[in-house]
T-cell receptor, first 115, second 115 residues
């Protein structure tokens, strides 16, 4: 079984600053995906960024980038130029490849972007 | 918005009762997964349906059951409700179970309160 741990229950950042959210995971699998999902207040959960475990290059999506350390089983999310609309719960999630696309989530980090 | 809808939005039930939650998948999607998100926690996988068959199940008792219909909409049924069943129930639809169809599209959730 897989476990995903997010050690920062809450974080805050000033608008336009950079913030990094941490995630560690435990698995015996070698072939998997890692994700960051965003859940804004009272709105639907949406995918922010995805990393495939076999790729060494860190994924980037506009202001969002990850630091994927496979050996350390670490997967952090960096948000650059933070915007008020980034205020949300952020969930790190694990998905085993070729196993039906079921997600294992961490406990979440509540991010507040302050003006 | 993702195109996944859920009903009802909120629901209050009494311990011991039964409840049915509904999910309408995004057009073209043939998988649906259900997650339970307790307050302040990350979502936990309940089960997944693919082409009307259960395709995987998390660590939930048999009183949690589901259905997927030919139009790929879905129901989650919970019997003998317990206080700990109070949570946000999320459904997520996808294009299939192949790893290339990793992205899950989440609905807004149904908030169930058991008193």
């Amino acid at each position: 079984a897989q476990t995903v741990t997010q050690s920062q229950p809450e974080m805050s950042v000033q608008e336009a600053e950079t913030v990094t959210l941490s995630c560690t995971y435990d698995t015996s699998e070698n072939n998997y995906y890692l994700f960051w999902y965003k859940q804004p207040p009272s709105r639907q959960m949406i995918l922010v960024i995805r990393q495939e475990a076999y790729k060494q290059q860190n994924a980037t999506e506009n202001r969002f980038s990850v630091n994927f350390q496979k050996a350390a089983k670490s997967f952090s999310l960096k948000i650059s130029d933070s915007q008020l609309g980034d205020t949300a719960m952020y969930f790190c999630a694990f998905m085993k490849r070729n196993a039906g696309n079921m997600l294992t989530f961490g406990g979440g980090t509540r991010l507040m972007v302050k003006p | 918005e993702t195109g996944v809808t859920q009903s009802p939005t909120h629901l209050i039930k009494t311990r011991g009762q039964q409840v049915t939650l509904r999910c309408s998948s995004q057009s073209g999607h043939n998988t649906v997964s259900w997650y339970q998100q307790a307050l302040g926690q990350g979502p936990q996988f309940i089960f997944q349906y693919y082409r009307e068959e259960e395709n995987g199940r998390g660590n939930f008792p048999p009183r949690f059951s589901g259905l997927q219909f030919p139009n790929y909409s879905s129901e989650l049924n919970v019997n003998a409700l317990e206080l700990d069943d109070s949570a946000l129930y999320l459904c997520a639809s996808g294009l299939g179970v192949a790893s290339s169809h990793y992205e899950q599209y989440f609905g807004p959730g149904t908030r169930l309160t058991v008193t």
